[in-house]
């Protein structure tokens, strides 16, 4: 049981790093209105008439930095250079004590003869004595079997393992627990030795007991005097039957599968294809019958016709790169003509969405100038990209339409870091382009949605 134990304890260690990189799906059989609305839309479905701001400089999402993130960081990253430092120091101060101190090949260890009055300790294959009792025979045969199980079973690599992860995630208070509980194995398995070579509980016990007053400073060794409790003590004296010990260690896997199925199931949504439990929806009469489009009120006319052939696509997540943001993973495809009502009623967000003619508004001359500001608006006239500088020569009346958006971090390009975006139209353009007139098809064959997006980082 205690080797089946360490096991365990070093394998969960392992495993947890695994686990965030285990994804179970689960197909079901509608998508979740959950899903759609944690969705993101791809850039190209910003309509910029929809997302006009006010020209404020104060009100930028830019102008209020949140500092938190960065005073954590730093305290994280102070925190773990000075441990770093320390366990690395600590390593040195062993293995320079190895190296200056008298040593005696021993078995399959190294003894280290030193001046330090203290308990033998294990550190790799070195056992550290004192230098007086070794040449007075004042160190017990018990003891020295007890540091050479630490020696073969290599337990000092046990213990640098939870140290290093004890270093680098400090803020984890469960390593802390995790430690002792490996090292309080590492005795048991020792103990276990000693027990099974002399036969004499009572005595060892006693030497135990005897030897509990001393102390060692070295937390990356294994020493004899290691949380002598009277758990230990009594762990010496019981015995485990080997059908009840194969039961614990079966009863581990459940566990285990029933951890990993919570931590690692996620829902993978794909169509409905069966008609809904009222019959036949208005859409599939439009699909099978393009003649009730006459039982349709208005709005409904409306969206059919501005939607007709366009396929709505959500993925699971989308890449964003300088050009554009690439789908991964399809969870829902279909084409408008095929969506039941509960499709439409999950995509609303996105349907709603109908462009209307844009209605004539100039900017004031106080909203002109801020636009002026290359930092923080990157400007389109006319449809063509220029420099801020480019409005000086327009007048606040000689601008039919205009209109902005936002731009998220992770969509910024090296060519536009500004946090906002704005469209300027002449009357010309506007004019000419009709854009006061609704236009009764959507703009382009398909639309996607990203239930998040990831910026490329190469």
């Given at each position: 049981m205690h080797r089946f134990n360490r096991f365990y304890l070093l394998f969960s260690l392992l495993f947890s790093f695994i686990i965030p990189f285990i994804t179970i799906e689960i197909a079901v059989e509608f998508l979740s209105k959950p899903l759609v609305s944690q969705s993101v839309p791809a850039p190209a479905l910003i309509q910029p008439q929809n997302h006009a701001i006010a020209v404020n400089d104060a009100t930028s999402p830019e102008s209020e930095?949140?500092?938190?993130?960065?005073?954590?960081?730093?305290?994280?990253?102070l925190v773990t250079l000075f441990l770093i430092i320390r366990f690395g120091k600590n390593i040195y101060n062993l293995i320079l004590k190895a190296k200056k101190g008298r040593t005696i090949v021993f078995n399959c260890s190294t003894l280290v003869l030193s001046k330090e009055e203290k308990l033998p300790y294990t550190f790799l294959k070195?056992?550290?004595?004192?230098?007086?009792?070794?040449?007075?025979?004042?160190?017990?045969?018990?003891?020295?079997?007890?540091?050479?199980?630490?020696?073969?079973?290599?337990?000092?690599?046990?213990?640098?393992?939870?140290?290093?992860?004890?270093?680098?995630?400090?803020?984890?208070p469960i390593l802390f627990f995790y430690k002792k509980a490996i090292q309080l194995n590492h005795e048991f398995l020792a103990d276990e030795n000693v027990v099974k070579s002399y036969n004499n509980v009572p005595s060892y016990q006693n030497l135990l007991l005897e030897k509990a007053s001393?102390?060692?400073?070295?937390?990356?060794?294994?020493?004899?005097?290691?949380?002598?409790?009277?758990?230990?003590l009594i762990m010496m004296t019981k015995t485990t039957s080997k059908s009840r010990a194969l039961l614990k260690k079966i009863a581990v896997l459940p566990v285990l599968?029933?951890?990993?199925?919570?931590?690692?199931?996620?829902?993978?949504?794909?169509?409905?294809?069966?008609?809904t439990e009222k019959g036949v929806n208005w859409n599939d009469a439009i699909a099978y019958n393009p003649q009730n489009m006459q039982s349709l009120n208005a709005a409904q006319k409306r969206e059919a016709t501005y939607f007709a052939?366009?396929?709505?696509?959500?993925?699971?997540?989308?890449?964003?790169?300088?050009?554009?943001?690439?789908?991964?993973?399809?969870?829902?495809?279909?084409?408008?003509?095929?969506?039941?009502?509960?499709?439409?009623?999950?995509?609303?967000?996105?349907?709603?969405?109908?462009?209307?003619?844009?209605?004539?508004?100039?900017?004031?001359?106080?909203?002109?100038?801020?636009?002026?500001?290359?930092?923080?608006?990157?400007?389109?006239?006319?449809?063509?990209?220029?420099k801020n500088s480019e409005l000086n020569k327009f007048k606040p009346s000689d601008i039919a339409h205009f209109s902005g958006?936002?731009?998220?971090?992770?969509?910024?390009?090296?060519?536009?870091?500004?946090?906002?975006?704005?469209?300027?139209?002449?009357?010309?353009y506007f004019d000419k382009n009709?854009?006061?007139?609704?236009?009764?098809?959507?703009?382009?064959?398909?639309?996607?949605?990203?239930k998040k997006v990831i910026k490329k980082t190469a």
């Open positions: 930095m949140n500092y938190i993130p960065i005073l954590l960081s730093g305290l994280y990253v070195y056992i550290f004595i004192n230098e007086d009792d070794f040449n007075s025979h004042n160190i017990q045969e018990e003891l020295y079997t007890h540091e050479l199980t630490h020696v073969k079973q290599k337990h000092t690599y046990d213990v640098l393992f939870i140290e290093t992860l004890k270093t680098l995630f400090w803020f984890n001393w102390n060692s400073n070295f937390y990356l060794a294994s020493n004899l005097n290691f949380s002598v409790t009277k758990k230990r599968t029933g951890l990993i199925f919570i931590s690692c199931i996620e829902n993978s949504a794909i169509a409905k294809e069966n008609k052939g366009v396929r709505f696509i959500i993925y699971k997540y989308g890449i964003q790169t300088k050009k554009k943001v690439e789908g991964k993973d399809i969870l829902f495809d279909k084409v408008y003509e095929d969506l039941t009502a509960e499709d439409k009623e999950n995509l609303k967000p996105w349907i709603s969405m109908i462009q209307e003619g844009y209605v004539k508004k100039s900017p004031t001359q106080n909203e002109l100038e801020g636009f002026k500001n290359a930092k923080s608006y990157a400007i389109w006239i006319d449809g063509v990209n220029v958006s936002v731009i998220l971090k992770n969509a910024r390009t090296k060519k536009h870091p500004q946090p906002f975006q704005y469209w300027f139209y002449t009357h010309d009709e854009m006061g007139k609704a236009p009764e098809k959507y703009a382009g064959d398909k639309m996607e949605i990203f």
